[in-house]
């Protein structure tokens, strides 16, 4: 998949956006025992701030970003595949885009956290070039922060 297809989201996808966020994390709502901070979000104000993206597709959102400068790093949010297009290469795709946009923006690095009992993320990440930087709880949740260096 090409990133050029990744585009910024506009407020007639936030309704998509929510569905495909729920959807993605869906599968770690019993592992966790609440509902994972991604879903929480408030998608009307990211959308208004400028910094939600989405990959589309015929059959609607296949995939979310959100993501911001922060310093001299680009920091991801969020990263949220549909489930029924896991597997396909999105998350890679949509990896490839943040650090694009990072480089773009002459950034250091990038940034990002998973919540701890997410397990499967940590060979992703790892795979991609992020090293574990620390673990605590962040907002009632047990966050594992990591980072990409870019220099």
């Known amino acids: ?13 936030r309704d998509a956006i929510v ?8 599968r770690y709502l019993l592992r966790i025992g609440k509902q994972p901070a ?3 979000a408030d998608y009307n104000a990211l959308i ?8 589309p ?10 993501m911001m400068p922060q310093g001299t790093s680009m920091f991801v949010e969020n990263i949220a595949v549909d489930p029924r297009f ?12 943040v650090e694009q946009q990072a480089r773009a923006k ?17 060979p992703f990440y790892h795979k991609l070039g992020f090293e574990e930087e620390s673990r605590y709880a962040q907002d009632g949740y047990r966050r594992v922060f990591l980072r990409k260096r870019l220099l």
């Open 1 to 13: 998949m090409d990133i050029t297809a990744i585009r910024q989201a506009q407020e007639a996808d």
């Open 19 to 26: 569905v495909c966020v729920q959807h993605a994390y869906a």
């Open 38 to 40: 991604p879903v929480l």
């Open 48 to 55: 208004a701030q400028e910094v939600v993206y989405v990959l």
């Open 57 to 66: 597709g015929k059959e609607g959102v296949r995939g979310v970003l959100v």
């Open 86 to 97: 896991q597997g396909q290469g999105l998350g890679h795709t949509l990896m490839a885009f």
């Open 106 to 122: 002459q950034l250091d690095e990038i940034r990002l956290y998973t919540n701890e009992l997410m397990t499967e993320n940590f």
